[in-house]
């Protein structure tokens, strides 16, 4: 599976962004998407994922209200608006992908926030956000 992080920019705080991921090669619908950012000196961190059949989502608390995570299966594409951005949003922003069709919600709920159960990964997009 390919994975195209786009959407990324310089904005202000209190602005919004929409990212968007393209996804190919792989059977898309059947994966759990995830968005994961990393700021300079940082560890890479979960934002959101949502389940292959989009009926689950997941946040991160720093960007719960904030943050909305879709997708669209007959376009291969997920996407994360990002609204009321803050400096602390800064960072690089990954795209990542699993197939998780044959998970309990329980075990997706549990493994959605960790970056190495996820096998694909997008080369990431900056986002910027002055104060």
């Known amino acids: 599976v390919q994975l195209q992080a786009s959407g990324g920019g310089l904005v202000q705080a209190g602005d919004s962004l929409r990212l968007s991921c393209a996804a190919s090669?792989?059977?898309?619908?059947?994966?759990?998407m995830g968005w994961f950012r990393q700021a300079p000196g940082r560890e890479r961190e979960f934002v959101a994922a949502?389940?292959?059949?989009?009926?689950?989502?997941y946040y991160a608390d720093s960007v719960k209200g904030r943050f909305t995570i879709s997708r669209d299966n007959a376009k291969n594409t997920v996407s994360l608006q990002m609204n009321s951005l803050k400096p602390e949003d800064t960072g690089v922003y990954y795209c990542?992908?699993?197939?998780?069709?044959?998970?309990?919600?329980?075990?997706?709920?549990?493994?959605?926030?960790?970056?190495?159960?996820?096998?694909?990964w997008g080369q990431g997009t900056q986002v910027t956000v002055s104060s």
């Open positions: 990542a992908a699993v197939s998780d069709i044959k998970y309990s919600d329980y075990r997706s709920r549990i493994v959605a926030p960790v970056a190495s159960e996820y096998d694909y």
């Open positions: 090669g792989g059977t898309f619908s059947g994966y759990r």
């Open positions: 949502i389940r292959w059949n989009g009926a689950t989502t």
